[in-house]
């Protein structure tokens, strides 16, 4: 996934332009800019690239989300249905906004079960916010459909997809707001970076405003600018929106690569009886940055995930218990540990996630290993690691 592993002189390139200037900030000061505008050319190109009208470039992909949902008008006591497996990312953009994280089961595509969140639909609910996880999506027809039924708002947390495709469109661009991050770990990288995209003239619009302190950003004259509706500050540096652009220009390198060692990867697994992969839905196209098994028990994914360990096979993850990106995790959320008080909507209304029954996303994520898709590896490493890969689970069953 990582593009950090070709940085080099394009991306130096670009930081220069800006350095030269010395104008670090993405608006005003253009008697100085000698004409670079870094975030608004990233912004174009990302936007043409994913087939959106609108890109709102910010400083994370986790500003991402707190924008997409301001703009699209969420806040205080509004039921937001997120799964049970995702980045922290996704709760706390939620509660930043007072507004009330759903948690509801995955299924076997690793994401949102649209059951599951039909089933938790309440009259305060806004938004459904599936998370593509690991390079691969949700069922976005059965999503959208539940959506247009209770006219919900849908975003797309497509910070780990960027790149694959639903029925012909680029994951992140087929709901109402779609959400990136550019991270240092990324598929691209800004360093710290995150966009929207939206082809909605009016989420745009406040999109633009509210990560700027709800500048209108009309005339020339930013000291005299107008502030229709409070924002606050999720902006961009020109620096980082310069090392953004460099790496857009190599995403198709990089997905075709990772589509390469994917590929080999998943020869080599699927020669092992007992090896089963994650659902695609249908018309879907991963963007190959992890390949995402599953073990006949969760017994054997914990023996298969050690054996891998000790093949000296690294970046396989066990997410269910080993690292921060489900529910088992996150026992500050589950406690509802602040540093200051939560707003009285989301302690009365979140659900208790002590006693909360996640036992289906527990069946799927307790026998699912990701492997990382790297793209600094050659051909020939990528060929050595499949078979200590295949060696090492074959070895378990
Ligand atoms: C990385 C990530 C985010 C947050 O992005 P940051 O840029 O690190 O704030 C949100 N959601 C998912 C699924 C992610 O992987």
């Known amino acids: 996934m990582p593009g950090f592993e070709i940085f080099g002189a394009e991306e130096r390139k670009q930081v220069n332009d800006v350095l030269e200037t010395g104008v670090l900030m993405r608006y005003g000061f253009d008697g100085m800019r000698n004409n670079q505008w870094k975030a608004k050319e990233f912004e174009t190109e990302f936007a043409k690239k994913m087939g959106s009208e609108y890109c709102q470039l910010v400083s994370s992909g986790t500003a991402a989300l707190t924008v997409a949902l301001a ?14 497996f995702t980045f922290v990312a996704t709760f706390e953009s939620i509660l930043a906004l007072g507004a009330v994280p759903i948690l509801v089961d995955i ?7 649209p059951k599951a969140v039909e089933a938790a639909i309440t009259s305060k609910t806004k938004c ?30 497509a910070c780990q997809a960027l790149g694959g495709t639903y029925k012909g469109k680029s994951l992140g661009s087929y709901g109402d707001l779609g959400c990136f991050s550019f991270d240092y770990v990324k598929t691209i990288t800004c360093g710290e970076g995150g966009a929207v995209v939206t082809n909605n003239e009016k989420f745009a619009k406040h999109a633009d405003h509210y990560q700027d302190h709800g500048h209108d950003h009309i005339g020339g004259d930013r000291g005299a600018e107008g502030h229709p509706f409070i924002g606050y500050n999720f902006r961009i540096s020109e620096l980082n929106a310069a090392v953004g652009l460099a790496q857009l220009k190599k995403l198709d ?25 994650r659902r695609v839905p249908e018309g879907g196209v991963e963007n190959y940055s992890f390949l995402n098994f599953f073990l006949p028990t969760e017994e054997l994914a914990v ?20 690292n921060w990106h489900y529910i088992k995790g996150w026992s500050h959320l589950k406690d509802m540990k602040s540093l200051g008080r939560l707003s009285s909507e989301v302690r009365n209304q979140m659900q208790d996630l002590n006693s909360t029954d996640f036992s289906k996303s527990d069946a799927v994520l307790g026998r699912t290993i990701s492997a990382l898709v790297k793209i600094g590896w050659t051909e020939a490493q990528v060929k050595e690691r499949a078979e200590k890969m295949r060696n090492a689970i074959a070895s378990v069953l």
């Not at 459904?128 to 919900?152: E, R, T």
């Not at 990089?254 to 697994?269: G, P, S, V």
């Open 71 to 84: 703009s699209a008008g969420i806040g205080a006591g509004d039921e937001v249905i997120m799964p049970t």
């Open 253 to 277: 390198d990089i997905l075709k690569t990772q589509k390469r060692n994917y590929a080999l990867f998943r020869e080599a697994l699927e020669t092992i009886d007992g090896v089963t992969f």
């Open 107 to 113: 299924d076997d595509t690793l994401t949102l079960n």
């Open 128 to 157: 459904v916010m599936p998370v593509h996880m690991c390079g691969s999506m949700a069922d976005l027809d059965a999503l959208k459909a539940i959506c247009v039924d209770h006219n919900l708002i849908l975003l797309e947390d």
């Open 303 to 322: 023996k298969a995930h050690k054996a891998l360990s000790a093949q000296g096979v690294d970046a396989c993850f066990y997410w269910y218990t080993n």
